[in-house]
Nanobody, 125 residues
Framework: VQLQASGGGLVQAGGSLRLSCAASGRTFSSYPMGWFRQAPGKEREFVASINWSGGRTYYAESVKGRFTASRDNANNMVYLRMNSLKPEDTAVYYC???????????????????WGQGTLVTVSS
């Protein structure tokens, strides 16, 4: 089982990026997936989750209205579209799968079952 995150990079404040997460080795179309991030010196924090069908999404307050999670189950992909980026969004972003939870806005990193390797997003001011 492998999750491969990509799409990070350097962007100016106000810019946009789209992160991708490719799942392989197992079909995750029946499970909620999500995104977390970890800034230097800080704990990993929840960013967004999306239910198995993509019909329900949940976001941290800090990214509501700016970030959008989506998924393509046919291709085992999950995405995070990030608009109006701020310097405080700078972090390593991780995708994750929860096998035992429903999608929600209060996921804890400890509850996730699989992790991607992370992709660095740097937002310059």
């Amino acid at each position: 089982v492998q999750l491969q995150a990509s799409g990070g990079g350097l962007v100016q404040a106000g810019g946009s990026l789209r992160l991708s997460c490719a799942a392989s080795g197992r079909t995750f179309s029946s499970y909620p997936m999500g995104w977390f991030r970890q800034a230097p010196g800080k704990e990993r924090e929840f960013v967004a989750s999306i239910n198995w069908s993509g019909g329900r999404t949940y976001y941290a307050e800090s990214v509501k209205g700016r970030f959008t999670a989506s998924r393509d189950n046919a291709n085992n992909m999950v995405y995070l579209r990030m608009n109006s980026l701020k310097p405080e969004d700078t972090a390593v972003y991780y995708c994750a799968v929860a096998l035992r939870l429903a999608a929600s806005d209060n996921w804890s990193p400890r509850e996730m079952d699989y992790w991607g390797q992370g992709t660095l997003v740097t937002v310059s001011s």
